[in-house]
DNA sequence: CTGTATCCAGTCAGATACTG
DNA sequence: CAGTATCTGACTGGATACAG
């Protein structure tokens, strides 16, 4: 993580750094499969189609370094582990929830407002996998 | 924003655009400070201290472009623009200000679980304190 | 099966210079 | 004052190869 060139509070940083980890690509997708039950690494890569493997073994890493997944591992033949929320990760869940919430309620009026934006900017360009809504 | 490899709902990607705006390096801070009124350009770019011009006009523009805030131009001499938050804007602010509070409450729990981690994994680049307690 | 290591292309963010 | 344009180093994420 890098260091931040000026002055914060430790709450600051504290919210900058669950902000950030849930703004990540994958994190959110993860921890909705694992809040519904735990996971094996394969069947998570095959669940979130179109993740790397390096990016699922960072992401749970991080996951797991932050205390939100526990990570068991079974020395078996073939090794198996599991990945499973902890009650911080299920506790996460409650706000990360809230946003998700809110994102779907306000799904139109966000895509309103940037439909007016482009006409009014004269940009036609469609930004991919958000603009269908619009109307 | 890339196209997904894989199959998305539309609520999928809107929760996934809200979340990668709200993690965004600076997003969260200026629209904390238009929380409190409305303010001028370098206003906010002296309140956040570090933020580079060019970052502070980008994520200005996405912000406004999403409807979360409303730029309005004073063709006097000097020019002066003011930024202020919409309903939307102040809207999005509850469940943001939500995970804000979780991670406030719960920060000592992450950090705790992140020195856990760093001890168990040999990377002692921790801050002295609270060692872990346990086994 | 579950990773780690490496390489590489694309994107991002900062510094700097310039404009109205 | 409030931007825009450009260059560049840093970081990100994906593909591939390899190891336990």
């Given at each position: 993580?890098?260091p931040?060139h000026?002055?914060?509070?430790?709450?600051?940083?504290?919210?900058?750094?669950?902000?950030?980890?849930?703004?990540d690509?994958?994190?959110?997708?993860?921890?909705s499969?694992?809040?519904?039950?735990?996971?094996?690494?394969?069947?998570?890569?095959?669940?979130?189609?179109?993740?790397?493997?390096?990016?699922?073994?960072?992401?749970?890493?991080?996951?797991?370094?932050?205390?939100?997944?526990?990570?068991?591992?079974?020395?078996?033949?073939?090794?198996?582990?599991?990945?499973?929320?902890?009650?911080?990760?299920r506790d996460?869940?409650?706000?990360?929830?809230?946003?998700?919430?809110?994102?779907i309620?306000?799904?139109?009026?966000?895509?309103?407002?940037?439909?007016?934006?482009?006409a009014?900017?004269?940009?036609?360009?469609?930004?991919?996998?958000f603009?269908?809504?619009?109307?």
């Open positions: 993580m890098k931040d000026f002055e914060v509070t430790s709450a600051c940083s504290a919210v900058h750094h669950i902000l950030a980890r849930v703004g690509k994958w994190t959110v997708l993860v921890v499969y694992l809040g519904n039950r735990s996971m094996r690494f394969n069947e998570l890569k095959r669940a979130i189609n179109g993740i790397s493997q390096k990016m699922l073994t960072s992401t749970l890493r991080s996951l797991e370094r932050d205390g939100f997944v526990t990570r068991t591992v079974y020395p078996t033949i073939p090794p198996r582990v599991d990945y499973e929320l902890t009650d911080l990760g996460l869940l409650v706000p990360v929830r809230g946003l998700g919430d809110w994102a309620k306000n799904e139109q009026r966000v895509s309103e407002a940037r439909a007016r934006f482009d009014a900017h004269g940009n036609a360009e469609v930004q991919p996998g603009a269908d809504a619009a109307e």
